[in-house]
């Protein structure tokens, strides 16, 4: 089992910036992809960025140019800096952990708010 959690969010105004961190622990596959989502009220879960173990990284249109993920491997941990947020980036960010052995985890979620 992979265990995932999540930490950083919180309440901050149109184009400030936040850094979520995810910390991972338990049976990790060394040929992974971690990546951050996000599920706004009454909408489905959406793919922000990913991360592969090789550091191959992928954006969602609209956050490109603004947010970085970035992992440490050694740490077993994955970042997600945020700059120049804006209130439609307000949501519930989880951590996800996918393997080769078909291995799925998610993390509770962190709150993000921005207010304009």
């Known amino acids: 089992q992979v265990q995932l959690v999540e930490s950083g969010g919180g309440l901050v105004q149109a184009g400030g910036s936040l850094r979520l961190s995810c910390a991972a622990s338990?049976?990790?596959?060394?040929?992974?992809?971690m990546g951050w989502y996000r599920q706004a009220p009454g909408q489905q879960r959406e793919l922000v960025a990913t991360?592969?173990?090789?550091?191959?990284?992928n954006y969602a249109d609209s956050v490109k140019g603004r947010f970085t993920i970035s992992g440490d491997n050694a740490k077993k941990m994955v970042y997600l800096q945020m700059n120049s947020l804006k209130p439609e980036d307000t949501a519930v960010y989880y951590c996800?952990?996918?393997?080769?052995?078909?291995?799925?985890?998610w993390g509770q979620g962190t709150q993000v708010t921005v207010s304009s």
């Open positions: 338990g049976s990790l596959f060394s040929f992974n992809t």
């Open positions: 991360i592969t173990s090789g550091k191959t990284t």
């Open positions: 996800n952990y996918n393997d080769l052995r078909a291995t799925t985890a």
